[in-house]
């Protein structure tokens, strides 16, 4: 690059569209938000917060993130051990099928989901029948979630337990360890990083889940309505100030975690 | 025990992705082929199919080549302060934190028709917001990260002394890049496309957001595929979505060889 | 080419790398940069190359100062620590590569690859992937992608350091031979310093940013100017106090000095096998180790402990011995000087003048 960085006519303008596209882009709707969501004021934004529509929509998201998030932990990590340690057959295309989430749109994610278990399918149909409802409640949410940050949790572990040396294992089996205490001491710590950091991963993600959400969520205030779609709709009554409100609070706590996945990954670097 | 975890991991698969999307594909085809293909012939859906080619294309070309560039500074530039560069290096991943809808929001604040600049751009007569510069604006913000991110390991792992080797050569930068750095880098940038498209292709709340989802003008296939639910259309929705499934998973195809290929060279 | 450097100063960030460096480097000659790792040896190479920008400083060449040259205009070959062989192309199109770029016809550089393929022995394996080759193999491959081009000036950053210890050293052979043969003015870095003295014409050594040194390798062993220079090259043993070694009592008038003694300056034997026994002390073996050719001999005297080489050819001695040891002279140095002294007991102490 250097001898095109020596032109420096051509070499200014280059450099500083790059850049000026990247503060354009990513730089300036950040601070945009944080900006609008105070521009009429501390008092407006706290108004715009205590709205029980608002603040509700928020816990709820959290809850639902939360919950979805220990389920995907455990589950990623049950599907990555298998994935690794197993050989059967139709293993390479259940590896395969674990980016599926990640490679559909979340809305045909929803729709998918909205088909399977709505009114009127089987699955619905039995679920009614014995009381309980899926679809347009909590359920079907967290179960939305799920889908959508399924590989998070199995792409991180799944390097880890590769990389993990058969012989450390082994030498415990030697001293005497039985099958579970191998797990716990060994085994498990070696995975925590990759559980952590992707639980991490779709935590955040399902915090700011929108598309899959809204199709089957039903959006009831105060019991199934999430925060991303609080602010769609928000933006749809065009209160764009109460929106950036919510988003603001949303986007910190989005960034307050990509910020602890940067920190654990360089300190795991360093050790 | 090894058996009960291979059937419960089946089990997950089959519960989570096998079953719906089998469920959609019957669900397309519940009219039979004529409904899927009814479903396919609207005018609003070929425009929406249309909308979100459209977008694709122009999104996967501006982000290959902002995203391949922005890698090479992030890694080689001398002429960017070391604090700034971790400070870009990490703004570059803030797009991955923000939520769609919040995405959408921002170009909304910024570019809207209340905003300084939207109003400025509107004077000479250039809509951005409830318009095609805004979605592809809102599908740029989303996507930024997915190419720099892919290019950027490589780029660190060759090291820049093959591209000095060129240039004490007598190599200028730009056949050095082509020459030197181009073939090191292709696989990753394929990659990047790829994720690119099927980014661009699945985006949905930030389009939702910015484009208005208004009828053949700004409606997309996944806004479309919104609003065919909205309106108790399920069988119509269903079969944009296959159309879109289709695509996504030939794309899951493609880097699965990519990878393979990545892996080779 | 004939190369000059003035005042050259380089920092990366608080770190002064380079400090006020000059040098004059005669056409045809082949220059070894010797130093410990860190010292500024690949940064010196680096700004002479084109590839850092010096803070502040003259680079010269013929002359004509070629500071804001880029690389591509400098003329000069440069090869890299790894090689970095493009690793996409075979060795054919590695070295073709600087020729192509100059757009030389297809023919000219097919005749210089096959001259250059030949002359650097690589001959049956032009088709070859990198990765396909010997670390000997690719070393040579970068040789002659870097000499393709005809530079002036060859720069080569640890050339050796990849390399097996075995092949290493019939490639410094190899490489001097080939440098005569072209005649190109070359620089070489490296941090051993068997291969510097073996390789170069002459050595600058650089510690800490400095040229500490520069001359011949057999100027710079036999007359070290900085203690530094004195304890990098060849083996020594430091003795805080020069006035405890006998022969050396009063050295450096009062002033607190520092003695380097060297293996070779030493001798050892039984009593008889001296002629000025008044000048020789008191010591016992303490270990003895056989080195092939010679023995290496440990000897303490005075609670100093010296090292030095005996002759197979003489008496062989014991562990445990007690030994005449004979300090012919030291490496002197103090706050203000350095100095090489001869051992002041070896003169007659009754000289007689006719």
Redesign the interface.
Known sequence: MNSLLRHKGWTWGFRSTILLYFVVLIVLPILGVYYNSFSLGFGNFIESISDPIAWKSVLLTLKLAIIATVINVFLGTMIAWVLIRYKFPGKALLNSLVDLPFALPTAVGGLMILLLLGPGSLIGGIVEALGFEIVFHQPAIVIAMIFVTFPFVIRAVQPLLEELDPSEEEAAYTMGAKGGRVFLRVILPSMAPGMIGGGMLAFSRALAEFGAVVLVAGNIPGRTLVSSVFIFGEVESDNPVGAAAVSIILLTLSFAILWLINMLQMRGRRS | MRRLWIGITYLVFFLLIIAPLGKMTTGAFSQGFDGFWAALTRPEAQHALLMTGLVVVVVTLLNTLFGVMMALYLVRANWINRRLKGLLNSIVDLPYAVSPVIGGLMIVLLLGPDSALGAIFEGIGLKIVYAFPGMVIATLFVTFPLMVREVMPVLQEIGSQQEEAASTLGARAWTTFWRVTWPSIRWAVMYGVILTVARSLGEFGAVLVVSGNIMNKTQTATTLVYQDVENFNVTAAGGVALVLAAFSIGLLLLMEWTKRRKGVH | MHVEVRGLNKHF?DFHAVKDVNFEITKGHLIGLLGPSGGGKTSILRML???ETPDSGEIIFHGQTVNNL?????G???V?Q?Y?????MTAYENIA??LK??KASKAAIRDRVTELVELTGLKGFESRYPHQLSGGQRQRVAFA??L??EPQLLLLDEPFAAIDAKIRQELRSWLRELIERVGITSIFVTHDQDEAIEVADEIMIINQGRVEQKGTPWDIYKEPQTPFVATFIGESTLIENASEVKGFKGAGGGKPTKALIRPEYIEVGSLHEFKMASATEQGIVKHLHFRGSEWLVEVEVNGHKLTTYRSLEKETLQPGQDISVLVHRAYLFNDERSWIQENNLKEDPMPVFI
Do not use: D, Y
């Open positions: 960030g190359a084109g590839l880029p690389p591509q205009e400098r000069i070959g440069f890299f790894n970095a062989l493009f690793k996409h590569f600087g770029v100059k992608r870097a393709a081009p």
